[in-house]
């Protein structure tokens, strides 16, 4: 059901496992989970009242389903017709999401779709992409890629980066928070990054700085899905934010590390050397308004050489 029914045609699950790790049933998709209570085998007063729920639930989907697409509300247009954008997004690069955000809708009235990049996230938005329900992205926060990499929590899988490319529709990309792979608690944080630089985000979030020869593999990464998948490169900009990647890697704070960063900017641009991707430098952090309006301005600008 999962992979067989696009983003916003209604689904809904009755099961058991509703009331447990729902991931595997979810993944990147829009499907609704009701718990059975009691398991689905042979009929009793309680089951028979969970599936009516469930059949009067899904029956109300349909109808508003329906009804959205007899008004022309279809899938693939958008509201009232504007250009769809997808952004990515964590909480280390929110100011700047939000900047880009505002000025792509107040500026170009495009209709922008943030994607919080937590695995599940960076997912959505490649299958929408793959759907043609987005027409352009801003793939501000690339940090899926680090958990990739390294082993996090909220790796987002290896075909992070694939869809866009393939797709050939405009693209910035950047490398917003890879300066951090996320874990649990601090407890659960592999031994084999035991002594290295960490932060803990909340009792429940913690962070690992890469180091510099994690960062050239995380750069390898990006560059590669790009040079390899890109069918129209002059379609993609990639800016490189060099005063921080993320909201605690400037100065004074814990994950400021200029030296680790410049190891990602200059690995990526040379792994794309001759890609016909154009690399941008921009002396400023990932969250400065400033920064956020160039992005912005990048996007627009490759929307309208269309």
Avoid at 173 to 179: H, I, K, N, R
Avoid at 210 to 225: C, D
Avoid at 267 to 287: C, F, H, M, Q
Wanted: negative net charge.
């Amino acid at each position: 059901m999962r992979n067989a029914l696009p983003v916003g045609f209604p689904k809904l699950m009755v099961s058991t496992m509703a009331s447990g790790d729902v991931k595997p049933y979810v993944e990147e998709t829009d499907v609704t989970m009701m718990y059975s209570v009691v398991d689905i085998a042979g009929r009793n007063w309680i089951l028979e009242g969970i599936l009516r729920n469930a059949a009067c639930a899904i029956f109300g989907m349909a109808v508003g389903y329906l009804g959205s697409l007899s008004m022309g509300d279809g899938a693939n247009e958008g509201s009232r017709g504007k250009r769809r954008v997808g952004i990515t997004m964590f909480g280390v690069t929110t100011p700047g999401v939000d900047r880009i955000r505002g000025h792509l809708e107040d500026v170009y009235g495009f209709e922008v779709y943030v994607f919080h990049a937590t695995g599940a996230g960076g997912k959505a938005m490649e299958r929408l992409i793959q759907e043609g329900q987005l027409d352009a992205v801003v793939d501000l926060t690339t940090s899926e890629v680090v958990d990739e990499v390294m082993g996090g929590v909220l790796s987002a899988g290896p075909e992070r980066l694939v869809a866009a490319a393939r797709a050939g529709i405009p693209q910035v990309v950047s490398v917003g928070a890879c300066d951090m792979a996320n874990f649990g608690p601090r407890n659960t944080i592999p031994e084999r990054y035991e002594g290295r630089l960490i932060y803990e985000h909340n009792p429940t979030v913690t962070l690992v700085r890469p180091n510099a020869e994690e960062t050239m593999a995380v750069a390898r990464f990006i560059a590669e899905k790009l040079r390899t998948c890109a069918v129209k490169p002059e379609l993609i900009r990639l800016v490189l934010p060099t005063g921080g990647i993320s909201m605690i890697d400037t100065p004074g704070q814990p994950f400021y590390d200029p030296g680790v960063d410049e190891v990602l900017f200059s690995t990526l641009e040379k792994e794309l050397e001759e890609s016909g991707i154009s690399i941008v430098r921009d002396p400023r952090a990932i969250n400065d308004p400033e920064f956020a309006v160039r992005v912005a301005d990048m996007l627009g600008d490759l929307i309208k050489s269309l």
